[in-house]
T-cell receptor, first 113, second 109 residues
Framework: ETGVTQSPTHLIKTRGQQVTLRCSSQ?????VSWYQQALGQGPQFIFQ???????GRGNFPPRFSGLQFPNYSSELNVNALELDDSALYLC????????????FGQGTRLTVV | AQRVTQPEKLLSVFKGAPVELKCNYS??????LFWYVQYSRQRLQLLLR??SRESIKGFTADLNKGETSFHLKKPFAQEEDSAMYYC???????????FGAGTILRVKS
């Protein structure tokens, strides 16, 4: 069984640029959630995808967008990057929208300069 | 808005001492509460959830709706328990988690 994998591991971008982060969900999982973790804080929910549809969104602006593909892998896109977007971005997959344990990836560290 | 509060950033105890990591939540409905743990250089992983009422690695947590708390306890701390611990609550149906800021547990020998 393959765990949740995220790419890239680290990324440096310039303010105003766009970035795409990728997540492969655990085998058999159809639900993917994305979280932003700023330094010294707990993860904050961005949005969730279930069977290729957005299924809930946290308090993030529209420049944060996502996709889920038929194989249930997912992308997080952030446009017009701001310095405050610098954070660890975590992806979590779970077996179903109804719940079940959420399995986290190792995260992507984004630095905006 | 739903909120999870962990009042301690750092808890330092000696090996063999009891541990209590505090967690309070604010939610008007019936929340589902979790404890997640992150060991050094490892990913975030589920430690326990209140609906399962299990003891994992000697840790237990009881949901107290009157006090809106879900404190994590262990009677005798071990050095391998040193980690970052996050309390989390489900915002709504389906694993949309609200996390606290986390507590670092350091177990000294």
């Amino acid at each position: 069984e393959t765990g949740v994998t995220q790419s890239p591991t680290h990324l440096i971008k310039t303010r105003g640029q766009q970035v795409t982060l990728r997540c492969s969900s655990q085998s058999g999982h159809n639900t993917v959630s994305w979280y932003q973790q700023a330094l010294g804080q707990g993860p904050q929910f961005i949005f969730q995808y279930y069977r290729e549809e957005e299924n809930g969104r946290g308090n993030f602006p529209p420049r944060f967008s996502g996709l889920q593909f038929p194989n249930y892998s997912s992308e997080l896109n952030v446009n017009a990057l701001e310095l405050d977007d610098s954070a660890l971005y975590l992806c979590a997959s779970s077996p179903d929208m109804a719940g079940g344990e959420a399995f986290f990836g190792q995260g992507t560290r984004l630095t905006v300069v | 808005a739903q909120r999870v509060t962990q009042p301690e950033k750092l808890l330092s105890v000696f090996k063999g001492a009891p541990v209590e990591l505090k967690c309070n939540y604010s939610y008007s409905g019936s929340p589902e509460l979790f404890w997640y743990v992150q060991y050094s250089r490892q990913r975030l992983q589920l430690l326990l959830r209140h609906i399962s009422r299990e003891s994992i690695k000697g840790f237990t947590a009881d949901l107290n709706k009157g006090e809106t708390s879900f404190h994590l306890k262990k009677p005798f701390a071990q050095e391998e328990d040193s980690a970052m611990y996050y309390c989390a609550s489900n915002m709504e149906y389906g694993n949309k988690l609200v996390f606290g800021a986390g507590t670092i547990l350091r177990v000294k020998s």
